[in-house]
């Protein structure tokens, strides 16, 4: 079964800077992966999910932006982050039973 | 487009009691699939069941169980004889059967008192 790694676990990151979150997978290839993100007191969103190596698909305008240069490797990343973006980012991997699988989460406070 | 309600917010329960976890989803889709998911206070969403929409079986997992009724756009989530274990918030979701992009409800917040 795959294993979902997130780094770093907790960021605060002033308005207006740049932002980094990586989501790598084990024990699977070539697999979909998801970037959802969840508001204070609120459901999750979905923002991005890629089907392959430099396959992205955005499924909400926004602040942010997401790549995958590697196969189990998926980036999500902002030029200038705004207070909206704070929350909880959670990446996820379908599985090969089409079971979606998510990782520990990326808690960002945007001050 | 997907929609999930869930209609309730918060459940809290004493220990030993049986609770029941409301999803009503609507989809345009003629297949897709359901999921719960559990959310503890950790943060980490942890799969709980996938049902597909051509299968109505219920289904039973130890405590769990789950009600699907096509005709009303159900899929209900009932924990029997609740533990403290179980207080977490409570995730129904819906995806397209090969796009596999979940649309969540908002969620419930299970509190079980000892």
């Known amino acids: 079964s795959q294993t979902i790694h997130q780094w770093p676990a907790t960021l605060v990151q002033p308005v207006g800077s740049p932002l980094s979150l990586e989501c790598t997978v084990e024990?699977?290839?070539?697999?979909?992966l998801y970037w959802y993100r969840q508001a204070a007191g609120r459901g999750l969103q979905l923002l991005f999910y890629s089907v392959g190596i430099g396959q992205i698909s955005s499924e909400v305008p926004q602040n942010l932006s997401a790549s995958r240069p590697q196969d189990r490797q998926f980036i999500l990343s902002s030029k200038k982050l705004l207070l909206s973006d704070s929350g909880f980012y959670l990446c996820?991997?379908?599985?090969?039973?089409?079971?979606?699988?998510f990782g520990p989460g990326t808690r960002l406070t945007v001050t | 487009a997907q929609k999930v309600t869930q209609a309730q917010t918060e459940i809290s329960v004493v220990e030993k009691e049986d609770v029941t976890l409301d999803c009503v989803y609507e989809t345009r889709d003629t297949t897709y699939y359901l999921f719960w998911y559990k959310q503890p206070p950790s943060g980490e969403l942890v799969f709980l069941i996938r049902?597909?929409?051509?299968?109505?079986q219920n289904e039973i997992s130890g405590r769990y169980s789950w009600n699907f009724q096509k005709s009303t756009s159900s899929f209900n989530f009932t924990i029997t004889a609740s533990q403290v274990v179980d207080s977490a918030v409570y995730f129904c979701a819906l995806s397209g059967y090969n796009d596999y992009k979940l649309s969540f409800g908002a969620g419930t917040t299970v509190t079980v008192r000892a």
């Open positions: 996820a991997c379908l599985s090969r039973v089409n079971e979606q699988y």
């Open positions: 024990g699977t290839s070539n697999p979909n």
């Open positions: 049902r597909n929409s051509f299968d109505e």
